[in-house]
């Protein structure tokens, strides 16, 4: 009997809840279900509006044609590959070659073949020196047949001499210097290795012959028709050429000759940009420690 009570209690309290509930609002809809008029439109997200982009218009004359770069298509762009080319032995050496006379301290006797002629004094000088290039095999050929044939005529008629001609090599030049008839003596400043021509500049000081350091040595060996030549030496000249030579002579005797300073100085010692960067941040650390100890 009182089970029966409990549950009849239960119901009527139940009934009350949902009157006093129905009669509490005035919409008999709950919030969740309430429906939008139709009339009424949602305005659209502004980050997801599509922009209207106009398009250009086609001119029928100019067909498009994409390009196909499969194989055997069209020819592929041009890109930059110089970090992936495996560089031969040699340009690897030379490349080394010029960082390491940067690095590390040159001597003055090596180091002033850094310092060659002008522009304008070397063209002049390549200049005179092509009025005296050594006779090639087809002229002294040539000048033999004249003079055999001029001797055969006239059995009396005089012999013909080659005409004045440079001498290049370093025996052939160092003998000059020491014989005194070398007029003007152009060395290479690229000769490798250096110890052929670095005592040059001082022997050519003793005998006061004047000598000049030119680029390079393929442009001196082009002079007498070889692909390098280390240095050559101006021995005789024609008579008409003598003023231009002792023009160019009293000129590099006062650059090569009496510049005693360019014979002082020392050269590489340069850091690459990597040190560069490490001392600029150990002495900006050593600084601003400075600044603390004496704040402190």
């Known amino acids: 009997g009182n089970f029966l009570c409990c549950s009849r209690i239960e119901d009527l309290c139940f009934d009350y809840r949902l009157e006093s509930h129905s009669t509490s609002t005035d919409d008999p809809m709950p919030a969740a279900t309430k429906k939008v008029p139709a009339s009424k439109k949602v305005a659209a997200n502004p980050a997801s509006a599509k922009k209207t982009i106009k398009k250009r218009e086609k001119n029928p004359l100019f067909e498009a044609k994409p390009r196909n770069f499969g194989i055997g298509r069209d020819v592929q762009p041009k890109r930059d590959l110089t970090r992936f080319v495996q560089w031969p032995r040699y340009v690897r050496l030379q490349r080394q070659r010029r960082v390491l006379l940067q690095r590390l301290k040159v001597p003055p006797a090596i180091n002033q073949f850094t310092r060659t002629a002008d522009k304008n004094a070397a063209a002049q000088l390549f200049k005179f020196l092509d009025k005296y290039r050594p006779e090639t095999a087809a002229a002294r050929q040539k000048r033999h047949l004249a003079a055999a044939a001029a001797k055969k005529e006239n059995k009396n008629a005089p012999e013909t001499k080659a005409p004045a001609r440079v001498v290049f090599g370093i025996n052939e030049v160092v003998r000059a210097i020491e014989k005194k008839k ?111 100890k004496t704040q402190a």
Do not use: M
């Open 182 to 292: 070398a007029q003007l003596v152009v060395i290479a400043h690229d000769v490798d290795p250096v110890e052929l021509v670095v005592y040059l500049p001082a022997l050519c000081r003793k005998t006061e012959t004047p000598y000049v350091i030119v680029k390079s040595r393929s442009r001196v060996g082009a002079v007498v028709h070889q692909k390098t030549c280390s240095t050559l030496a101006v021995v005789d000249v024609n008579p008409e050429d003598k003023s231009t030579l002792s023009n160019l002579a009293s000129s590099f005797t006062e650059s090569f000759n009496k510049n005693a300073d360019a014979r002082r100085h020392w050269g590489g010692g340069l850091f690459g940009v990597k040190s560069l960067a490490q001392q600029r941040k150990r002495q900006k650390a050593l600084a601003k420690e400075q600044v603390g």
